[in-house]
């Protein structure tokens, strides 16, 4: 902090980035989760069970959900410095049922990075 009360702006961009990759490993999850439901729980109840009505809830959801996480992806790697081979899994990640999971971990490191890198210039 400097005598004003202000953050340095180099220490507020690293807060800022940090916010940004625990809202996109939040949206991961919930993408992961609606993906989960819909594959595993939502479509076997249509075609085993004769219940569509699973389908027609989830799958607007699940679709909004991944419109989230996309967007929020691109906002994330845009701002900050990711390999193409990061952003290519994140973005595969979110069509293989629980590869969200996997994309936590990943976004998890990058956090810790981030904050160990934040708290050494403190």
Request: proline residues 4%; positive net charge; without cysteine.
């Amino acid at each position: 902090m400097t005598g004003s009360g202000l953050v340095a702006p180099d220490r507020a961009a690293g807060a800022a980035e940090l916010e940004q990759l625990r809202r996109l490993r939040l949206a991961a999850s919930v993408e992961g989760v609606t993906l989960v439901l819909l594959v595993l729980v939502a479509v076997p109840a249509k075609h085993l069970f004769g219940v569509p009505a699973l389908t027609k809830v989830m799958g607007p959801v699940h679709g909004l959900a991944f419109v989230g996480y996309v967007w929020m992806l691109l906002a994330t790697v845009s701002g900050g410095s990711w390999r193409l081979g990061e952003i290519l899994r994140l973005m595969t990640a979110a069509f293989v049922p629980f590869g969200a999971f996997h994309s936590t971990r990943l976004l998890r490191r990058k956090e810790a990075a981030l904050a160990a890198v934040s708290s050494e210039e403190a």
